[in-house]
């Protein structure tokens, strides 16, 4: 036995480390600047080493032919329940919301099962890292930045509190029930609902501000409280809150809160913004645009409103990203890109908000988002554009380490294909 | 009320639509190749296909330089445009239909259009084991309800099997404990009990077909007797039976899929379309053997149990294993861009663009036997054409115009233009009505409360 693990020793040293390695001849698309015909990229460590025409490599590195083939940097999905949702309807499977209004202490990256059968079907279409994000009640709980690749959640975790998420009240008139379809409330409910929560809320934030004093001053009956304590990094300022707002009404709102309390906010499921997007682009608050393919909120919005909502954010000089919200249609992700793209949003901008944009929204971009030196190797290697649905991924990259893109999808297609 | 409808129908044809030539465009006929040229208009008919056709005098010409026609979309699946879509009160609801609830003002016509689709198949819910009877519809935003049916289109009936028309029978899951209570459940509550439900309903239906057979022939040879008392419900089953209505059945496991099938093959009927059938790869070859389509999609997965084993190559499995395979929403957004679900079947199963293709033209078209009528670009069929501004297999390509029997139905240009005209319209009646309410605030209620 112990020769024998000497020998795969061996065998590995000579081979090079897994996370070494050089792709030649590629066209390379470092998102960050402009793409370069027939060029080598050096892997050393699991981070981008090289870039260049001519790479000059020690001799016995791995060397992969890129010839014809396309390299771009893993794309990030902002929003999704990666690996906390199995089967959506199957309550056991699914550990997105917990009970209770306040509870800024959960952790998502905790509940994100690494050997959920979503996660190479994910990854598969090139998206190498997501954010995973808790639900429920007003402050749900820390989302978490996700490589989608390791044998734990720890491995995978990139960022465990990259974001608190806080579904900012709004006043709704209407709901909608699987039993009985859309529910039409009253409006004085709804606003005496919604003057609730904006009371609760504010008071959650005084308790956590004077909580933060009572700890500076250190006295003796201070007593650690979880929940107030997981929300000093947001008082701080280092964790930006992922704020909820559809409508222009619940957009000013979020605005004129946070200012007020000082917070760093990243606004999410923005689908009617109206008059807010000056606002937003001189505020410099970034926005997650919500499924780009869906449909028009009121009857007589545009039929297009949803696909052209990007384009406008970008005309008004907003930054966004793009997540999918849910699990099912996360592989997705580059499309909803290309629907902007359809209807406006210049392609560089496209692809930058499902790489670059993400990562800098989320305060990562040294580390991911494109292929430049330093970086993480987070790459795919495709036969083409990887916002076009027909395009192949050939080959995908995760901190330099590749990654298998068989899932459950590409085995039971192999399986059943060759039925007699 | 049939003579009625066709004598509309005919003048409403000839008046609205004068020749029309789509120009200089890459036409995708999907059954003939793909060439440049022009597509030539009459009547609402397509009168000529060619690299060059001759224009007539006051045709109105479409210049599609640098564009893309294709056939309409024809979504096999969906459920806009209809009021209401289950009567879950029965397990078998045969007796309803989805024509006596149309309407034609459910915008979702209108988005479906731009989305590029002409026709679809508007089905009852999933929550009988035998459901409504369905209503094929072109997408003739602006017309009434009559004017919106595809007419002479062959009725169909909708089936269902596994988790929903069960769900009555055995509660479970979110939300549905509080509803598990032995008043309120509705048999079947098992896969066993849906087929039994079905087979027990033919069963009947075969009675019925031979009551009324008897009748016939005794009538024929001129006794007196008297007829055999309708039933709405088993009518459509006998029609079934008869082949004269097209059976459209959601599915999602192989071994329901294969029960339905064998049940069929038992009664003597063909199940025309297995919808959804997201396993149907796993019984491709016993699909292929009895004749029925399959539409599917294209990439739904893991949203409740039995579409866990679901695979974005379903669609290519099954083709490569002949079976006639369409792509469907069954979702007034997914409707909208059927063309690059399409798209996903060369990316999953590596389908050529045709075959991708024709997963929302021309095999539709043949699973609602249409296909004489629509499906593909071709001399004599429907000129029921979507005009895009790229390829429409890619990413980026977005509807231009959209043709319904040669009249243009959606033009984006129009569309864009108006859509100030219409804000100022909509700002305009909610300024009326917001002075109506001060007046009336001032008058004070007009009558005395009771």
């Given at each position: 036995?112990?020769?024998?693990?000497?020998?795969?020793?061996?065998?590995?040293?000579?081979?090079?480390?897994?996370?070494?390695?050089?792709?030649?001849?590629?066209?390379?698309?470092?998102?960050?600047?402009?793409?370069?015909?027939?060029?080598?990229?050096?892997?050393q460590?699991?981070?981008?080493?090289?870039?260049?025409?001519?790479?000059?490599?020690?001799?016995?590195?791995?060397?992969?032919?890129?010839?014809?083939?396309?390299?771009?940097?893993?794309?990030?999905?902002?929003?999704?329940?990666?690996?906390?949702?199995?089967?959506?309807?199957?309550?056991?499977?699914?550990?997105v919301?917990?009970?209770?209004?306040?509870?800024?202490?959960?952790?998502?990256?905790?509940?994100?099962?690494?050997?959920?059968?979503?996660?190479?079907?994910?990854?598969?279409?090139?998206?190498?890292?997501?954010?995973?994000l808790?639900?429920?009640?007003?402050?749900?709980?820390?989302?978490?930045?996700?490589?989608?690749?390791?044998?734990?959640?720890e491995?995978?975790?990139?960022?465990?509190?990259?974001?608190?998420?806080?579904?900012?009240?709004?006043?709704?008139?209407?709901?909608?029930?699987?039993?009985?379809?859309?529910?039409?409330?009253?409006?004085?409910?709804?606003?005496?609902?919604?003057?609730?929560?904006?009371?609760?809320?504010?008071?959650?934030?005084?308790?956590?501000?004077?909580?933060?004093?009572?700890?500076?001053?250190?006295?003796?009956?201070?007593?650690?409280?979880?929940?107030?304590?997981?929300?000093?990094?947001?008082?701080?300022?280092?964790?930006?809150?992922m704020?909820?707002?559809?409508?222009?009404?619940?957009i000013?709102?979020a605005?004129?809160?946070?200012?007020?309390?000082?917070?760093?906010?990243?606004?999410?499921?923005?689908?009617?913004?109206?008059?807010?997007?000056?606002?937003?682009?001189?505020?410099?608050?970034?926005?997650?645009?919500?499924?780009?393919?869906?449909?028009?909120?009121?009857?007589?919005?545009?039929?297009?409103?949803?696909?052209?909502?990007?384009?406008?954010?970008?005309?008004?000089?907003?930054?966004?990203?793009?997540?999918?919200?849910?699990?099912?249609?996360?592989?997705?992700?580059?499309?909803?890109?290309?629907?902007?793209?359809?209807?406006?949003?210049?392609?560089?901008?496209?692809?930058?908000?499902?790489?670059?944009?993400?990562?800098?929204?989320?305060?990562?971009?040294?580390?991911?988002g494109?292929?430049d030196?330093?970086?993480?190797?987070?790459?795919?290697?495709?036969?083409?554009?990887?916002?076009?649905?027909?395009?192949?991924?050939?080959?995908?990259?995760?901190?330099?380490?590749?990654?298998?893109?068989?899932?459950?999808?590409?085995?039971?297609?192999?399986?059943?294909?060759a039925?007699? | 009320?049939?003579?009625?409808?066709?004598?509309?129908?005919?003048?409403?044809?000839?008046?609205?639509?004068?020749?029309?030539?789509?120009?200089?465009?890459?036409?995708?006929?999907?059954?003939?190749?793909?060439?440049?040229?022009?597509?030539?208009?009459?009547?609402?008919?397509?009168?000529?296909?060619?690299?060059?056709?001759?224009?007539?005098?006051?045709?109105?010409?479409?210049?599609?330089?640098?564009?893309?026609?294709?056939?309409?979309?024809?979504?096999?699946?969906?459920?806009?445009?209809?009021?209401?879509?289950?009567?879950?009160s029965?397990?078998?609801?045969?007796?309803?239909?989805?024509?006596?609830?149309?309407?034609?003002?459910?915008?979702?016509?209108?988005?479906?259009?731009?989305?590029?689709?002409?026709?679809?198949?508007?089905?009852?819910?999933?929550?009988?084991?035998?459901?409504?009877?369905?209503?094929?519809?072109?997408?003739?935003?602006?017309?009434d309800?009559?004017?919106?049916?595809?007419?002479?289109?062959?009725?169909?009936?909708?089936?269902?099997?596994?988790?929903?028309?069960?769900?009555?029978?055995?509660?479970?899951g979110?939300?549905?404990?509080?509803?598990?209570?032995?008043?309120?459940?509705?048999?079947?509550g098992?896969?066993?009990?849906?087929?039994?439900?079905?087979?027990?309903?033919?069963?009947?239906?075969?009675?019925?077909?031979?009551?009324?057979?008897?009748?016939?022939?005794?009538?024929?040879?001129?006794?007196?007797?008297?007829p055999?008392?309708?039933?709405?419900?088993?009518?459509?089953?006998?029609?079934?039976?008869?082949?004269?209505?097209l059976?459209?059945?959601?599915?999602?496991?192989?071994?329901?899929?294969?029960?339905?099938?064998?049940?069929?093959?038992e009664?003597?009927?063909?199940?025309?379309?297995?919808?959804?059938?997201?396993?149907?790869?796993?019984?491709?070859?016993?699909?292929?053997?009895?004749?029925?389509?399959?539409?599917?999609?294209?990439?739904?997965?893991?949203?409740?149990?039995?579409?866990?084993?679901?695979?974005?190559?379903?669609?290519?499995?099954?083709?490569?294993?002949?079976?006639?395979?369409?792509?469907?929403?069954?979702?007034?957004?997914?409707?909208?861009?059927?063309?690059?679900?399409?798209?996903?079947?060369?990316?999953?199963?590596?389908?050529?663009?045709?075959?991708?293709?024709?997963?929302?033209?021309?095999?539709?078209?043949?699973?609602?036997?249409?296909?004489?009528?629509?499906?593909?670009?071709?001399?004599?069929?429907?000129?029921?054409?979507?005009?895009?501004?790229?390829?429409?297999?890619?990413?980026?390509?977005?509807?231009?115009?959209?043709?319904?029997?040669?009249?243009?139905?959606?033009?984006?240009?129009?569309?864009?233009?108006?859509?100030?005209?219409?804000?100022?319209?909509?700002?305009?009646?909610?300024?009326?009505?917001k002075?109506?309410?001060?007046?009336?605030k001032?008058?004070?209620?007009?009558?005395?409360?009771?």
């Amino acid at each position: 036995m112990r020769a024998l693990s000497l020998f795969w020793l061996a065998a590995a040293l000579s081979a090079g480390a897994d996370d070494t390695f050089l792709i030649r001849g590629a066209v390379i698309h470092p998102v960050s600047g402009p793409s370069i015909e027939n060029a080598s990229l050096l892997v050393q460590d699991g981070k981008i080493a090289d870039i260049g025409l001519k790479i000059v490599v020690a001799k016995g590195i791995k060397v992969i032919e890129g010839k014809g083939l396309h390299v771009y940097p893993g794309m990030i999905d902002s929003a999704t329940e990666v690996g906390m949702s199995e089967i959506g309807s199957v309550r056991e499977t699914a550990d997105v919301s917990e009970l209770g209004d306040f509870k800024p202490q959960l952790r998502a990256a905790i509940a994100v099962n690494p050997s959920s059968e979503h996660i190479p079907v994910i990854r598969a279409n090139g998206i190498t890292a997501a954010m995973a994000l808790p639900g429920g009640g007003v402050i749900a709980g820390q989302a978490s930045l996700m490589y989608l690749d390791g044998w734990t959640w720890e491995e995978m975790t990139m960022r465990r509190d990259a974001a608190m998420v806080l579904s900012f009240p709004a006043i709704n008139t209407f709901s909608f029930s699987f039993t009985e379809g859309v529910v039409r409330g009253s409006y004085t409910d709804a606003k005496r609902n919604y003057d609730r929560r904006m009371k609760q809320l504010r008071e959650y934030f005084e308790s956590a501000r004077r909580y933060q004093k009572a700890k500076a001053a250190g006295g003796p009956g201070f007593k650690t409280d979880l929940a107030l304590e997981a929300m000093l990094p947001v008082l701080e300022g280092k964790v930006p809150l992922m704020v909820s707002a559809v409508r222009e009404r619940a957009i000013r709102d979020a605005l004129a809160w946070a200012e007020k309390e000082r917070v760093r906010i990243v606004l999410t499921g923005v689908r009617k913004p109206g008059n807010t997007l000056a606002d937003l682009k001189a505020k410099n608050i970034p926005v997650i645009c919500g499924p780009t393919q869906a449909l028009p909120m009121e009857e007589d919005d545009s039929y297009d409103a949803a696909f052209s909502l990007p384009a406008e954010l970008h005309r008004a000089g907003v930054k966004f990203a793009f997540g999918s919200f849910g699990n099912q249609f996360s592989r997705n992700l580059p499309y909803q890109a290309a629907t902007a793209v359809a209807f406006g949003l210049p392609y560089e901008e496209a692809l930058k908000s499902v790489t670059l944009y993400p990562a800098q929204i989320w305060g990562v971009d040294q580390i991911m988002g494109s292929i430049d030196k330093g970086k993480s190797a987070d790459l795919m290697i495709t036969d083409g554009d990887p916002l076009e649905v027909k395009t192949q991924l050939k080959r995908l990259f995760i901190r330099g380490r590749e990654v298998d893109l068989e899932s459950r999808h590409t085995k039971l297609y192999k399986k059943y294909l060759a039925r007699p | 009320m049939k003579l009625l409808c066709f004598i509309l129908a005919v003048p409403a044809v000839v008046w609205a639509a004068p020749p029309v030539v789509v120009q200089n465009a890459t036409v995708i006929t999907v059954t003939r190749g793909a060439f440049k040229g022009s597509i030539l208009v009459k009547d609402g008919k397509i009168a000529e296909v060619g690299e060059k056709v001759l224009v007539p005098p006051g045709a109105q010409v479409i210049d599609a330089g640098g564009q893309y026609v294709m056939p309409g979309i024809i979504d096999a699946h969906s459920h806009i445009a209809a009021d209401s879509i289950n009567e879950g009160s029965v397990s078998v609801s045969s007796m309803v239909g989805i024509e006596d609830v149309l309407d034609p003002e459910d915008v979702g016509i209108y988005r479906a259009l731009a989305g590029g689709v002409t026709t679809a198949n508007i089905l009852h819910g999933s929550a009988n084991s035998i459901g409504g009877k369905c209503q094929v519809i072109k997408m003739r935003w602006g017309q009434d309800a009559e004017g919106i049916l595809f007419e002479g289109a062959k009725p169909g009936i909708k089936f269902a099997l596994g988790e929903n028309p069960k769900r009555q029978g055995m509660p479970s899951g979110v939300g549905r404990r509080s509803q598990g209570t032995p008043d309120n459940l509705r048999y079947p509550g098992t896969r066993m009990g849906v087929e039994d439900v079905i087979r027990q309903a033919f069963n009947e239906a075969k009675q019925y077909q031979q009551a009324w057979k008897e009748y016939r022939e005794k009538s024929a040879r001129g006794e007196k007797v008297i007829p055999p008392p309708r039933d709405l419900k088993l009518e459509p089953l006998v029609e079934a039976l008869e082949g004269k209505r097209l059976v459209h059945a959601h599915c999602y496991r192989a071994d329901e899929i294969l029960m339905l099938l064998r049940v069929a093959d038992e009664f003597g009927f063909k199940i025309k379309t297995l919808q959804h059938v997201l396993e149907g790869y796993k019984v491709a070859k016993e699909i292929a053997a009895h004749g029925a389509g399959a539409s599917t999609f294209s990439d739904w997965w893991a949203y409740k149990v039995e579409a866990y084993d679901a695979i974005p190559y379903n669609a290519a499995i099954m083709l490569k294993k002949g079976v006639l395979v369409s792509l469907n929403s069954d979702s007034g957004e997914l409707m909208r861009r059927l063309n690059t679900e399409a798209a996903k079947t060369m990316k999953y199963g590596g389908l050529t663009e045709n075959e991708a293709l024709s997963l929302i033209t021309i095999n539709p078209a043949r699973q609602l036997d249409l296909d004489n009528r629509i499906g593909s670009i071709e001399t004599g069929k429907d000129a029921d054409l979507v005009i895009y501004d790229k390829h429409p297999l890619s990413s980026y390509a977005k509807v231009l115009k959209v043709l319904i029997d040669g009249q243009v139905y959606f033009d984006r240009d129009k569309d864009l233009s108006e859509r100030d005209k219409r804000r100022l319209e909509k700002n305009r009646l909610l300024e009326k009505e917001k002075q109506q309410q001060q007046q009336q605030k001032k008058q004070g209620p007009r009558r005395p409360a009771a």
